[in-house]
T-cell receptor
Framework: AQTVTQSQPEMSVQEAETVTLSCTYDTSESNYYLFWYKQPPSRQMILVIRQEAYKQQNATENRFSVNFQKAAKSFSLKISDSQLGDTAMYFCAFAASGTYKYIFGTGTRLKVLA | GAGVSQTPSNKVTEKGKYVELRCDPISGHTALYWYRQSLGQGPEFLIYFQGTGAADDSGLPNDRFFAVRPEGSVSTLKIQRTERGDSAVYLC???????????FGQGTRLTVV
């Protein structure tokens, strides 16, 4: 069975600074995807960034980038130039290729301070 | 539609009652998922449909929970004899057949009193 672990329940960062959220996972699958989702108080899950496990290059989306360490089963999210609108819950998720059934971590509550 | 729509947005019901939660996926998306998110937790998988059939229902907690998708579009999650422990946000997501990204609705917050 797959598991996803987020060990930081809460984090805070000053506006314009950089913050890194941690995520580790466990799986025996060879083909899979990893995701970071943002969930503001509206409850809407918004995809932040996605990484295909077969790609060695780390994914990047504007201010968001990941550090994907496949051997260590680690998938951290770096947010650069943090903005007040980044305040939200962040969930790391794993999905095996085929079903794309998501396994989520318990989340990290990020607060960006003005 | 433009996005995944879930109705109602909020539902309060009495213990022991029956409830139905509806999900309207993005048009053309063949895969549909239901998740349950308890307070302070990440979403937990309940059931996955590919077209009209349930491809994986391993996350349904017990036989009080049932879901259907009769025409391969709209899905309904049905909960019988509700219990206070069923209180949670129920999220629906859909995905196109050739895609890896799931699109989520805003969820239904179910409160059992």
């Amino acid at each position: 069975a797959q598991t996803v672990t987020q060990s930081q329940p809460e984090m805070s960062v000053q506006e314009a600074e950089t913050v890194t959220l941690s995520c580790t996972y466990d799986t025996s699958e060879s083909n899979y995807y990893l995701f970071w989702y943002k969930q503001p108080p509206s409850r809407q899950m918004i995809l932040v960034i996605r990484q295909e496990a077969y790609k060695q290059q780390n994914a990047t989306e504007n201010r968001f980038s990941v550090n994907f360490q496949k051997a260590a089963k680690s998938f951290s999210l770096k947010i650069s130039d943090s903005q007040l609108g980044d305040t939200a819950m962040y969930f790391c998720a794993f999905a095996a290729s085929g079903t794309y059934k998501y396994i989520f971590g318990t989340g990290t509550r990020l607060k960006v301070l003005a | 539609g433009a996005g995944v729509s879930q109705t109602p947005s909020n539902k309060v019901t009495e213990k022991g009652k029956y409830v139905e939660l509806r999900c309207d996926p993005i048009s053309g998306h063949t895969a549909l998922y239901w998740y349950r998110q308890s307070l302070g937790q990440g979403p937990e998988f309940l059931i996955y449909f590919q077209g009209t059939g349930a491809a994986d229902d391993s996350g349904l907690p017990n036989d009080r929970f049932f879901a259907v998708r009769p025409e391969g579009s709209v899905s309904t999650l049905k909960i019988q004899r509700t219990e206070r422990g069923d209180s949670a946000v129920y999220l629906c997501a859909s995905r196109p057949s050739a895609g890896t990204k799931a699109f989520f609705g805003q969820g239904t917050r179910l409160t059992v009193v």
